[in-house]
Structures are given as structure tokens and as C-alpha cells.
């Protein structure tokens, strides 16, 4: 366990010296551009059919380089599952391994369009990238975006934001550059990444006090399985995101197929929140999701949230259905999250 979190120390030290080697002209002031922040979570779970597990999730480190300029850094470092406990093994650190979940510049050319590079979340919907424990109201990610897409690339993204009148235009578009053959644990490997993502914000307009954002996107995408034969997929998904009054509505929705037309798996997911009282938060959620080489599945989720800081959320949910997936077992779960 010590030599997992030496490791961690290391490469966080690593990417300091690396930003510092790119950016050394004002070695003075380059260090204070720099800050440290990162989240945690611990969960329990308590499945149907399957044994009751307490885990703690992660411990990210989140290491940003900002002065100012055109020229932007971001990196998050994960060890992953640093300890879990459950009745048969005991406490155990067995599943824990380190994990580069981003790192990544950004350089804005103008005032609409800035080009990252690097490592980052794929830009698919709304939850694959605000997936961290405390930006997220439940303690299971819906299954249709965790099983259609790749959820992160190595590459070049080029996105920005055109307003117009009272609206703007969110743009992302991205293609996979250096593949990455480092596979973590179950996750599904891809390669040859490449799609867009284009969203209206403010599309209703909406005038009144209480109201918030509001914003509709449309997800386009191509990728293929990282293994030899394997056919090339077609994605198409759209996105939303309503705040108004106490309501806050989301919901993304995936078809996806082969090259040659084949049904290759759908699914999607809607979700509301509404707050109760005293940051007392109702949360219900339906999915489902079809693999054609799996059992369809179909889930009901209801909870409360409590958000007892600014950055700290408590959650409690029953989730119910059919199909078995070990991301999203059936059962009673509760965790708590923090970002520091």
C-alpha cells in the first residue's frame, strides 16, 4: 500500500517537472500558477444477489497549471479502489491500481476556439464528462455511459463556444492520436476515436429568475474495438440538461451500430432531481440499455442526496430492475463524497 501511494506522489511530481521544463521562461512566477485539489469517495453496497461490500472508490489528485495566459495544463492522477472490504476477503487492497485519467494542454487561438492535447474524457453526453463522485447526484452512473463509448482518448480536441443573440453554440470535436494499448482491469479498449459533439445553450431562453441552464446537444461518433476482427461502430446520441425553478431534469439517449449497418447496442437514461429542503435533494432515475450479446437490462432508481457542503455530498438510493450488471447491481447503496 505505501509503495502504491509513493508511486502516486511521484508521477504527480513528475508532471510538475514536466510543465516546468515546457514553461520555464518566467521560472519566478511559474509555480504559483499551480494548484493542487483532488476528490474522494466511499461507498456501501448492498445487492441483491451479491455480496455487501464497503470500498473506498478513489483518491484523485488534480494538478492544474493556470496564469493567465493562452497556454493551459490539467492532469488527474487516480489510485483507483485503494481498499475494500466485504466478509469473505476481508479488508484488502488487491483490486487498487494507479490510474491516468487525464492530462492534457489547452491553447486558446481566439476568443471562439481553443485545441487540447493530451489525454481526456471523451466529450459523448453530459455524464462521461462530470463523472467525479461530488459532481454527481447518485452513487451509480447510468449503464449507457459506461458500455457504448470509450470514456477517455489520447489525442487532439478542438472545441469553443459561438454566442448568438441570447443563445450560444458549445462545440467539441475530437480524433484519437496516440493509441494507448494499457488496459484497466474489465474496461473495453478502443481505438481509432474520432466524432463531435455540438450544443445549443439557453435554447428556451428562458427569462425568469428561477430559471437555469438549459442546453441540448447532439453527439456524433466512430470507434473499433481494440482487438483483431473487431467491427467498426457508429454512434449517434443526444444530450439535455433543464434547470428550472426546484427541478433539475438530464438525460442522454445512444444508438449505436456497425459499419455495415448491424444493431450494435442502445440505451439511456432520465434522471431528476428535486430539492426538498434544508439541501435535501429527491433523485429518481430510469435506464435502460441493449447489447445484443447480453441480457437486456432496464433499472429504477430512487434516493436522496445532501449536500452538507459546497463540496461534500451524502447519498442514499434503491435501485431495482431486470438484468444483472456488476456496474449497477440491484440493491441499496450509499456513499459519501468530497472534493478538496
Request: hydrophobic share 35%; net charge neutral; proline share 4%.
Given at each position: 500500500?505505501?509503495?502504491?501511494?509513493?508511486?502516486?506522489?511521484?508521477?504527480?511530481?513528475?508532471?510538475?517537472?514536466?510543465?516546468?521544463?515546457?514553461?520555464?521562461?518566467?521560472?519566478?512566477?511559474?509555480?504559483?500558477?499551480?494548484?493542487?485539489?483532488?476528490?474522494?469517495?466511499?461507498?456501501?453496497?448492498?445487492?441483491?444477489?451479491?455480496?455487501?461490500?464497503?470500498?473506498?472508490?478513489?483518491?484523485s489528485?488534480?494538478?492544474?497549471?493556470?496564469?493567465?495566459?493562452?497556454?493551459?495544463?490539467?492532469?488527474?492522477?487516480?489510485?483507483?479502489?485503494?481498499?475494500?472490504?466485504?466478509?469473505h476477503q476481508?479488508?484488502?487492497?488487491?483490486?487498487?491500481y494507479?490510474?491516468?485519467?487525464?492530462?492534457?494542454?489547452?491553447?486558446?487561438?481566439?476568443?471562439?476556439t481553443?485545441?487540447?492535447a493530451?489525454?481526456?474524457l471523451?466529450?459523448?453526453?453530459?455524464?462521461?464528462?462530470?463523472?467525479?463522485?461530488?459532481?454527481?447526484?447518485?452513487?451509480?452512473?447510468?449503464?449507457?455511459?459506461?458500455?457504448?463509448?470509450?470514456?477517455?482518448?489520447?489525442?487532439?480536441?478542438?472545441?469553443?463556444?459561438?454566442?448568438?443573440?441570447?443563445?450560444?453554440?458549445e462545440?467539441?470535436?475530437?480524433?484519437?492520436?496516440?493509441?494507448?494499448?494499457?488496459?484497466?482491469?474489465?474496461?473495453?479498449?478502443?481505438?481509432?476515436?474520432?466524432?463531435?459533439?455540438?450544443?445549443?445553450?439557453?435554447?428556451?431562453?428562458?427569462?425568469?429568475?428561477?430559471?437555469?441552464?438549459?442546453?441540448?446537444?447532439?453527439?456524433?461518433?466512430?470507434?473499433?474495438?481494440?482487438?483483431?476482427?473487431?467491427?467498426?461502430?457508429?454512434?449517434?446520441?443526444l444530450?439535455?440538461?433543464?434547470?428550472?425553478?426546484?427541478?433539475?431534469?438530464?438525460?442522454?439517449?445512444?444508438?449505436?451500430?456497425?459499419?455495415?449497418?448491424?444493431?450494435?447496442?442502445?440505451?439511456?437514461?432520465?434522471?431528476?432531481?428535486?430539492?426538498?429542503?434544508?439541501?435535501?435533494?429527491?433523485?429518481?432515475?430510469?435506464?435502460?440499455?441493449?447489447?445484443?450479446?447480453?441480457?437486456?437490462?432496464?433499472?429504477?432508481?430512487?434516493?436522496?442526496?445532501?449536500?452538507?457542503?459546497?463540496?461534500?455530498?451524502?447519498?442514499?438510493?434503491?435501485?431495482?430492475?431486470?438484468?444483472?450488471?456488476?456496474?449497477?447491481?440491484?440493491?441499496?447503496?450509499t456513499?459519501?463524497?468530497?472534493?478538496?
Amino acid at each position: 500500500m505505501a509503495n502504491i501511494l509513493l508511486r502516486c506522489v511521484l508521477s504527480v511530481i513528475s508532471l510538475c517537472l514536466l510543465c516546468k521544463s515546457l514553461m520555464a521562461e518566467e521560472d519566478a512566477s511559474f509555480w504559483q500558477g499551480f494548484r493542487v485539489g483532488g476528490y474522494s469517495s466511499i461507498d456501501l453496497r448492498i445487492p441483491r444477489t451479491e455480496t455487501t461490500q464497503l470500498k473506498w472508490n478513489e483518491l484523485s489528485m488534480i494538478v492544474t497549471w493556470d496564469q493567465g495566459t493562452r497556454l493551459k495544463f490539467f492532469s488527474e492522477l487516480e489510485l483507483e479502489n485503494p481498499l475494500s472490504y466485504n466478509r469473505h476477503q476481508g479488508l484488502h487492497s488487491k483490486e487498487s491500481y494507479i490510474h491516468f485519467e487525464r492530462f492534457y494542454f489547452d491553447y486558446n487561438l481566439n476568443a471562439k476556439t481553443n485545441v487540447r492535447a493530451g489525454r481526456f474524457l471523451t466529450p459523448i453526453g453530459r455524464w462521461n464528462q462530470l463523472h467525479a463522485p461530488p459532481l454527481v447526484w447518485t452513487t451509480s452512473r447510468p449503464l449507457a455511459t459506461t458500455e457504448l463509448f470509450p470514456y477517455a482518448l489520447n489525442g487532439l480536441m478542438v472545441f469553443g463556444n459561438i454566442p448568438f443573440e441570447s443563445r450560444s453554440l458549445e462545440y467539441q470535436l475530437y480524433a484519437e492520436g496516440v493509441k494507448s494499448d494499457r488496459k484497466e482491469r474489465d474496461e473495453t479498449t478502443y481505438r481509432d476515436v474520432n466524432g463531435g459533439r455540438l450544443a445549443i445553450n439557453n435554447l428556451f431562453n428562458f427569462t425568469s429568475e428561477n430559471a437555469g441552464l438549459n442546453t441540448i446537444g447532439l453527439n456524433v461518433s466512430s470507434f473499433q474495438e481494440r482487438f483483431t476482427g473487431s467491427p467498426s461502430y457508429r454512434l449517434i446520441g443526444l444530450d439535455f440538461l433543464l434547470e428550472f425553478d426546484r427541478w433539475e431534469i438530464t438525460g442522454e439517449m445512444y444508438s449505436r451500430n456497425t459499419a455495415q449497418g448491424k444493431d450494435a447496442g442502445s440505451g439511456g437514461y432520465l434522471q431528476s432531481a428535486y430539492l426538498l429542503k434544508d439541501e435535501w435533494y429527491l433523485i429518481n432515475r430510469l435506464e435502460n440499455l441493449h447489447m445484443p450479446d447480453r441480457p437486456n437490462a432496464e433499472r429504477w432508481m430512487i434516493g436522496l442526496t445532501k449536500r452538507l457542503k459546497p463540496n461534500q455530498l451524502l447519498k442514499f438510493e434503491m435501485v431495482g430492475g431486470s438484468g444483472e450488471y456488476e456496474d449497477v447491481p440491484r440493491g441499496f447503496a450509499t456513499s459519501f463524497a468530497v472534493m478538496f
